[in-house]
């Protein structure tokens, strides 16, 4: 958790300080014996990588996935040194099928234009695009796979 925290408020301070996000705060029951699922990839000791899903909670209106079953991706973060080396990718393909085993239907995720890379990553991912929010500061970008 430390890893994700010290992810998190680098990418976005001002959120750093609004204190913690729910799902970390209640880790072990959000993420080892709830429904969502959490993996990390490690350097010896060291963790370098993170990413977990959890059941879409239908907060945005705008998105209607009609009862599928459909899980949020979150929590997706690479430390700069082992960036652009495929670990992303192999872990996002290691939760997807860990969503398939649970009859996950829609895997579903947000972004920003703001961070490099993020939406062409996704995309790569075979994600697409379903919205983009207006707001002129984060432009909250919605995406979605089927499976």
Not at 72 to 81: I, N, S
Not at 132 to 145: I, L
């Amino acid at each position: 958790m430390t890893f994700v925290l010290h992810a998190r408020a680098e990418l976005f301070p001002a959120l750093s300080a609004t204190g913690l996000p729910a799902d970390l705060a209640h880790f072990d029951t959000t993420y080892l014996q709830g429904n969502g699922r959490f993996l990390i990839a490690r350097n010896g000791d060291q963790i370098v990588a993170a990413i977990g899903y959890l059941p879409y909670d239908g907060r945005f209106p705008q998105l209607d996935y009609q009862h599928r079953k459909t899980v949020e991706v979150v929590r997706l973060f690479v430390l700069p040194a082992f960036r652009r080396f495929g670990l992303a990718g192999r872990l996002y393909r290691a939760l997807e099928e860990m969503a398939r085993g649970q009859g996950v239907e829609v895997m579903y995720l947000h972004t920003h234009p703001f961070l490099p890379g993020a939406i062409d990553f996704w995309a790569r991912q075979g994600f697409a695009v379903v919205d983009v929010e207006a707001d002129p500061v984060w432009r909250t970008t919605h995406m979605q796979r089927y499976l």
